[in-house]
């Protein structure tokens, strides 16, 4: 059974930084797509960004909005995902959804999520 | 950047008429969308990808259809089960757009 589950949530001031994680289990992850997605409270889901498996080779891609400010990474060895985000402004509250991105073999997106951790961003 | 356009925002609708809900695309994104559905303090879930194809598990009565710039989610046959919100998102090449989300509600 396909399992992600974040962690690394809370309050954190203006200006300040955070690193979520997100573990994965039930499935190749080293092949795998992963992607965030964040969402607001009371507002609809946005994309945060996405990074190809390792042999793809690896590469990210961002939303306007977090682009230079957010990072995403990936260590196989540990079938872990993760997002670094830097320089939070209160716009970046919401909970953050880990999630599977494109499979090329099925041409599907977004099969499993994992079920959030809430980010904060207030002094 | 591609813009994903849903409407309606939000509908009622009574167990067992049919609803649709369109998604348009700013640009053309061939057959690269899928559909979510999540609930309050759920998860979205995955019903339909490349525009038409059910995920696993995925009742019948849901079907999607379009390509290029204007797209559909249909609900044959509406059940109570049903009401939550439906997000489309593009995957057409590097981004991944959703919709603003449309609201399901059962009169």
């Known amino acids: 059974e396909v399992q992600l589950v974040e962690s690394g949530g809370g309050l954190v001031k203006p200006g300040g930084s955070l690193r979520l994680s997100c573990a994965a289990s039930g499935f190749t992850f080293s092949n795998a797509w992963m992607g965030w997605v964040r969402q607001s409270p009371g507002r609809g889901l946005e994309w945060v960004g996405r990074i190809t498996s390792t042999p793809d080779p690896g590469t990210t891609d961002y939303a306007a909005l977090v682009k230079d400010r957010f990072i995403i990474s990936r260590d196989d060895s540990k079938n872990r995902l993760y997002l670094q985000m830097n320089s939070l402004k209160p716009e970046d509250t919401g909970v953050y959804y880990c999630?599977?991105?494109?499979?090329?073999?099925?041409?599907?997106?977004?099969?499993?999520w994992g079920q959030g951790t809430l980010v904060t961003v207030s002094s | 950047d591609i813009q994903m356009t849903q409407s309606p925002s939000t509908l009622s609708a009574s167990v067992g008429d049919r609803v649709t809900i369109t998604c348009r695309a700013s640009h053309n994104i061939y057959n690269w969308l899928a559909w979510y559905q999540q609930t309050p303090g759920k998860a979205p879930k995955l019903l339909i990808y490349?525009?038409?194809i059910l995920d696993s598990g995925v009742p019948s009565r849901f079907s999607g259809s379009g390509s290029g710039t204007e797209f559909t989610l249909t609900i044959s046959s509406l059940q109570p089960d049903d009401s939550s919100t439906y997000y489309c998102?593009?995957?057409?090449?590097?981004?991944?757009?959703f919709g603003q989300g449309t609201k399901v509600e059962i009169k």
């Open positions: 999630s599977t991105d494109w499979e090329g073999n099925r041409g599907r997106q977004g099969a499993h």
């Open positions: 490349k525009t038409s």
């Open positions: 998102q593009h995957y057409y090449a590097a981004s991944r757009t």
